[in-house]
T-cell receptor
């Protein structure tokens, strides 16, 4: 069975600093993908970044990068130069193989202070 | 920008009434999901369609919930009869699975309150 673990219920960071949100996963399938979503207080789920298991390089999207360590089964989200608008809940999710659904972690609440 | 559209955004209904939530997936996406989000349970998968065919609805209470994709531009989730414990935010997501590209985008959700 697939499992996603986010061990940090909450994180605090000061504006302009970098922050890392942890995500570990468990699957025996060699083909999988990892997603990160942001959910601000407005409630929408915003797609941030995707990493496939066969991708040679770590994914980056603007200020977001994914620290993908396959051997450790971790896919941590790094947000550089935090902004006040980054305050939100962040979810890590995984899909396995070609016909699977998205399995979500429980999320990490990030608060960015001035 | 292509986006997943869900209607209605908010719904308040009385217990026992039928509720229908609609979703327009992104054109060209081959996968549609319905998720329910509550504080206690987090994000729970209710139903999953691939190329309009239902692949997994094991997370859905079959006696009252039903999910369909009558065509590629519309997915529906119905609750009949609704109960207070169904109060939650219901998300539709559409995705492109396999091939050269993988992506999955969520709609803005339907906030359902059953009184």
């Amino acid at each position: 069975a697939q499992k996603i673990t986010q061990t940090q219920p909450g994180m605090f960071v000061q504006e302009k600093e970098a922050v890392t949100l942890d995500c570990t996963y468990d699957t025996s399938d060699p083909s999988y993908g990892l997603f990160w979503y942001k959910q601000p207080s407005s409630g929408e789920m915003i797609f941030l970044i995707y990493q496939g298991s066969y991708d040679q390089q770590n994914a980056t999207e603007g200020r977001y990068s994914l620290n993908f360590q396959k051997a450790r089964k971790s896919a941590n989200l790094v947000i550089s130069a935090s902004q006040l608008g980054d305050s939100a809940m962040y979810f890590c999710a995984m899909r396995v193989g070609g016909y699977s659904t998205l399995t979500f972690g429980k999320g990490t609440m990030l608060l960015v202070s001035p | 920008d292509a986006r997943v559209t869900q209607t209605p955004r908010h719904k308040v209904t009385e217990m026992g009434q039928e509720v229908t939530m609609r979703c327009q997936p992104i054109l060209g996406h081959n996968t549609v999901f319905w998720y329910r989000q509550t504080m206690m349970q987090g994000l729970e998968l209710l139903a999953y369609f691939r190329n309009r065919a239902p692949l997994d609805d094991s997370g859905m209470p079959k006696d009252r919930f039903s999910a369909e994709m009558p065509d590629a531009t519309l997915a529906t989730l119905k609750i009949q009869p609704s109960e207070p414990r169904d109060s939650a935010v219901y998300f539709c997501a559409s995705g492109l699975w396999g091939g050269e590209k993988t992506e999955a985008f969520f709609g803005q959700g339907t906030r359902l309150t059953v009184v």
